[in-house]
Every structure is written in structure tokens, then in C-alpha cells.
């Protein structure tokens, strides 16, 4: 894993912004999969920005949605889906044909998964991920305990996923269960982007970078990924400092 620990969150956005500029200049037709929630939103506005300047262009590329809170869709205004419409794929345009997401509301969420995980398997692997990481170290939904062979699956959310999240929504909401790609899409994809930002990150991205491999810690896999990029402000990056 090669780390860069930037001054500013700015920093890091522009960064990953120009990394996921170069690598769909090199592959048109990427398939693309970017993590929700707060941390990526600068990275998206930055994007928008250079797409209107024809800096770049994602009208070839296939996007493949990384979890999402089970019985919410784009309806739902917080949700994983609602997120990447509202900031991303509306002002860039996007085709919906263009865009696979996890059905959360069907009958039988294994077969979501198997869906999810074919579309994947016909491109090859993703070709770029934009990840964030939780306080608990969870990589998309994948929460503490997971199996790092895992692939597409139906989780039972930790109690800090459970309550960190409702940060997203405007009334309180009830968080149980989530859907996921697995640790195995993460391994397999070519190229790794990992946004941290802000004090509360400072344990996970500790054991991302130094901590001993172990599902306790998901992010700690990331270390044996051969092309993965972090990173990270001042804040999130304050106990690697003293680690060395
Ligand atoms: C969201 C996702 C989560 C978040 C993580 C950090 O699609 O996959 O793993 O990336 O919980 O969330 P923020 O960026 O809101 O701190």
C-alpha cells in the first residue's frame, strides 16, 4: 500500500481525482465502483467539475454500487444509491443502463448477490474502487469478523455502523442489515483509491497501515493489495507518526 499524507482533506480529493482521471483515460471502459457516505463527496464535486472542462469523460464506464442498507433504495433520501445519483451520477449524466446496484427490496437477497457478482466477473474484476473506511474498520459493509474470501453478501451491521450512520439520514432510522461486495472484490480490483479524513478515523487507518492482518480489522487487508493508493489528512494520519 503506498500512503500519502496531504495538509488538507482538499489535498487528498484533488489527488484521488486526478488518479481516477488518469486511470479512466488509460481504460474508457472501466468499471468503476465508489464508495458513498461523506468522505467521497469532494473527490465527486471535483470530477463534475472536469468533466464540464472535458478533462474527462465516464460516458464508457460501468459503475457497480458497494453496499447499501437493506430496504433502501434511491428513494430514500441518505441511502448508499440516493448518495451517488444525487453528487455523482445526475450531473455527470450517466446512463442508467450504465449503473448496477444492489436490489435491497427483493424477495431473495441471494440472488442480488449472485447478480451483483456476475456482472463483476463478465468485466473481469472492477478496475478502480474508491473506498472509504469506517471508525470500526469496515471496507463497504464489511464488518469485523468477515471472511476476506468473501464475496457479494448480506450482513448483520455493528453496532457502530448502526450508529455512526444515522449521520446520513434526517430523522432517526432504523439500521439493521446491509448488502455488500466482499473482501474478494476489493483484493481483485486493479486499482485501489482509500479516502480517510478526520480524527475519528485515526485507529483504522492506524491498523490499515500498522496493525496486524486480521478480519477484526478489515481495512488491514488492504495492506497485501499490490496497487492501492491512501490518502489521508493530518488527523486521520495522526498515530502513524508515532508508530515509527
Ligand atoms: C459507504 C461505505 C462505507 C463508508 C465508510 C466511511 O458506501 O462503503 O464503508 O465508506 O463508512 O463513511 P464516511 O465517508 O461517511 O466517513
Not at 21 to 26: A, M, P, S
Not at 158 to 181: A, C, D, P, W
Not at 224 to 243: G, S, V, W, Y
Request: hydrophobic share 40%; net charge negative.
Amino acid at each position: 500500500m503506498n500512503v500519502k499524507v496531504n495538509d488538507s482533506f482538499e489535498e487528498s480529493s484533488l489527488a484521488a481525482a486526478d488518479l481516477i482521471i488518469e486511470t479512466v483515460k488509460e481504460k474508457p471502459d472501466s468499471m468503476i465502483c465508489f464508495a458513498a457516505g461523506s468522505t467521497p463527496i469532494r473527490t465527486f464535486e471535483i470530477l463534475i467539475n472536469k468533466s464540464k472542462s472535458s478533462l474527462i469523460d465516464f460516458s464508457n464506464c460501468t459503475f457497480v454500487g458497494l453496499d447499501e442498507w437493506i430496504g433502501m433504495d434511491k428513494n430514500d433520501k441518505g441511502s448508499c444509491q440516493e448518495t451517488l445519483y444525487t453528487s455523482l451520477f445526475v450531473p455527470l449524466n450517466i446512463s442508467s443502463q450504465n449503473i448496477h446496484f444492489f436490489n435491497t427490496k427483493s424477495s431473495n437477497l441471494r440472488v442480488e448477490c449472485k447478480k451483483i457478482d456476475q456482472i463483476i466477473a463478465n468485466n473481469g474484476n472492477i478496475d478502480l474502487m474508491l473506498l472509504g473506511i469506517g471508525q470500526n474498520g469496515h471496507l463497504g459493509f464489511n464488518e469485523p469478523g468477515v471472511s476476506f474470501d468473501s464475496f457479494s453478501h448480506v450482513v448483520n451491521l455493528s453496532e457502530v455502523t448502526k450508529t455512526v450512520g444515522q449521520k446520513y439520514f434526517e430523522g432517526s432510522r432504523e439500521l439493521s442489515m446491509g448488502i455488500t461486495l466482499g473482501i474478494r472484490h476489493i483484493l481483485d480490483a486493479k486499482c485501489l483509491i482509500v479516502l480517510a479524513s478526520g480524527i475519528k478515523k485515526n485507529k483504522a487507518v492506524y491498523e490499515m497501515v500498522h496493525g496486524k492482518i486480521t478480519n477484526e480489522w478489515p481495512v488491514s487487508i488492504l495492506q497485501t493489495h499490490k496497487n492501492c493508493q491512501a490518502f489521508l489528512d493530518k488527523e486521520a494520519a495522526c498515530l502513524l507518526n508515532e508508530a515509527q
